[in-house]
Nanobody
Framework: QVQLVESGGGLVQPGGSLRLSCAAS????????VGWYRQAPGKQRELVAT???????NYADSVKGRFTISRDNAKNTVYLQMNSLKPEDTAVYYC??????????????WGQGTQVTVSS
């Protein structure tokens, strides 16, 4: 089994910064693409950023220039550095990883979500 645990969410004022972390544990052989999604109240879950095994990153237009996704393969961890936060960034943020299990086979795994609230 594979578990993803997120941390780093919280309440921040507009213009502030937060860094989210997502650590994977369990029966992991290797991790492919990883990413962050978010879901605001009453809205569908949307892509925030993804990064492939080759470390090439893609971002939603709404966060380009403000958010940075990165990964530490040795720690099975993905990060999301969020700067210049806006009230419209308020949402529950979820990480996802495409994992090759030691028992064989690739699967998508999701974290439990972490709340980010941007408000004065």
């Amino acid at each position: 089994q594979v578990q993803l645990v997120e941390s780093g969410g919280g309440l921040v004022q507009p213009g502030g910064s937060l860094r989210l972390s997502c650590a994977a544990s369990g029966s992991i052989l290797t991790i492919g693409a990883v990413g962050w999604y978010r879901q605001a109240p009453g809205k569908q879950r949307e892509l925030v950023a993804t990064i492939g095994g080759g470390a090439s990153a893609n971002y939603a237009d709404s966060v380009k220039g403000r958010f940075t996704i990165s990964r530490d393969n040795a720690k099975n961890t993905v990060y999301l550095q969020m700067n210049s936060l806006k009230p419209e960034d308020t949402a529950v943020y979820y990480c996802t990883m495409y994992v090759l299990r030691r028992s064989g086979g690739w699967s998508d795994y999701w974290g439990q979500g972490t709340q980010v609230t941007v408000s004065s």
